[in-house]
């Protein structure tokens, strides 16, 4: 079986969170997605502190899907730079892991 991950996306809205989740979950690349928000993000760019509202995604999915993520969250993030990251999962119950392994199978 194929490592749990987790992967966060920062989305400047809430539809394309929703979007980037719906592509994700109907193509089997992560078999759950949670959206949050809005939040506050502080950051960097171009010399400067910048602020905004975002929304934050969240897919499960497997450590083998984690590339195919990339680049779908890539192709339609409007974003420069996007944040997408994938985060290990320590340990998930034994149930819960073998469905996402099934649903996140290469088809």
Do not use: Q
């Amino acid at each position: 079986m194929s490592e749990v991950i987790l992967i966060r996306v920062n989305c400047p809205s809430e539809n394309l969170a929703a979007s980037l989740a719906e592509a994700c979950v109907k193509g089997h690349l992560a078999a759950c997605a949670n959206i949050e928000g809005p939040v506050r993000s502080l950051y960097h760019w171009d010399g400067a502190v910048e602020s905004g509202e975002e929304y934050v995604l969240w897919l499960k999915t497997r450590a083998d899907r984690w590339t195919d993520i990339e680049s779908l969250v890539s192709a339609l993030h409007p974003d420069d730079t996007p944040a997408i990251l994938a985060i290990p999962c320590v340990s998930a119950n034994a149930g819960y892991e073998a469905w996402l392994s099934d649903i996140c199978k290469a088809r």
